[in-house]
């Protein structure tokens, strides 16, 4: 009860920042369905402050000693937050499914879908991002605070993706396919026969490649919500 409490707090605390986003929002997430190719990045921006807006917030107004002099235990106040940004996340993205699959109702454009970035399975992608995400960045939050967390997050990510680009090009290497880089030519004649070969193994395998993506990603923020109670509670405010 006292969680849900402080989570009723984080929405109240939102209240002038979401009157503001969500109209806006609606006009960019209506403009961008009309361009599935670039709606997604609409998409997980949305979601993504609806879920973390209420910490910019807290970190403007200051309001995290207070909170802390009030009679819940940290614990309660991490649980809080990792719900707080659960619920955002999730209605962020309903909200622009909802939107996307309006756009192309009205638009007759037949862009709906399970496989297109407007379905059902895009938006569950999007969660799966966003939960690794929160995942990462909420216990560097409860343990630099927002500033020093953000930069640390972006830091992660970047090398996150050197290593993942790394090992790409070492696996499409070892498969004798051209590097994108030091040879782009013989790698974009290549490219159309490796999202062939790309497309013929995920399609089969969608469904349960999707289910273990969001899977993991929950599982990810259960075991970052113990790492952020311990380093919060051992937090010297």
Do not use: C
């Not at 638009?107 to 879908?113: E, L, Y």
């Not at 343990?143 to 499409?172: D, E, K, P, Y």
Request: hydrophobic share 60%; charged share 10%.
């Amino acid at each position: 009860m006292v969680t849900l409490s402080l989570v009723w707090k984080d929405v109240a605390a939102a209240q002038r920042l979401l009157w503001l986003v969500i109209p806006l929002a609606t006009v960019q997430l209506a403009v961008m369905a009309l361009v599935p190719e670039i709606y997604p990045l609409a998409a997980i921006t949305f979601a993504a402050l609806v879920a973390f807006g209420s910490i910019a917030i807290e970190e403007a107004q200051r309001t995290e000693l207070l909170w802390n002099s009030l009679p819940v235990s940290r614990g309660e106040f991490v649980a809080a937050r990792y719900l707080t940004t659960l619920v955002g996340m999730l209605a962020g993205l309903v909200f622009a499914w909802t939107l996307a699959q309006a756009v192309t109702w009205f638009t007759s454009s037949g862009a709906d879908g399970s496989n297109s970035l407007l379905g059902l399975s895009a938006h569950a992608v999007f969660f799966g991002f966003l939960a690794f995400s929160a995942a990462v960045y909420l216990p560097l939050y409860f343990r630099f605070g927002a500033g020093r967390a953000l930069l640390f997050f972006l830091a992660i990510s970047v090398l996150a993706v050197a290593v993942v680009s790394a090992l790409i090009s070492a696996i499409l290497a070892a498969k004798g396919y051209p590097s994108p880089v030091s040879d782009p030519e013989a790698w974009g004649a290549a490219a159309p026969a490796l999202m062939r070969e790309v497309a013929g193994w995920v399609e089969p395998r969608s469904g349960l490649l999707l289910g273990g993506f969001v899977g993991s990603a929950v599982l990810a923020m259960g075991i970052s919500l113990l790492i952020s109670r311990k380093l919060y509670e051992a937090r010297d405010l």
